[in-house]
């Protein structure tokens, strides 16, 4: 079963991804992705540019709307995702995970 992880970071986060290579936080996120694909539960994932990259785009009566710029303004903003390979919801630890709804995607997708 494949699960998402949502990575949700503060403001300082993101601007500590502009550090050098020797940087704390981003040696941690290193190791976290290391010790995953050694797992062998990693199956991908990405991080996100800053949250005011972002445009949110919805339809609202049979009309597209774009915003750009993040839709809300919170302490922590999404910043990336992983996906992972377990076993089931237990193994995934203490953390928010959602599965993935590849019927779902198979339906938008055709």
Known sequence: MQFALLVFESPEAFAARNNDETDPYLGAWRAYHQ????????????PLQAPETGTTVRLKEGKRH?????FADTKEQ??????????????????????LAPEYKRRVTG
């Open 78 to 99: 999404l910043g990336g995702f992983t996906i992972l390979e377990l076993p089931s919801l237990s193994s995934a630890g203490a953390v928010e995970v959602r599965p």
């Open 35 to 46: 010790a995953l694909v050694e797992a062998g539960i990693y199956v991908g994932g990405n």
């Open 66 to 70: 774009v915003q750009d710029g993040p």
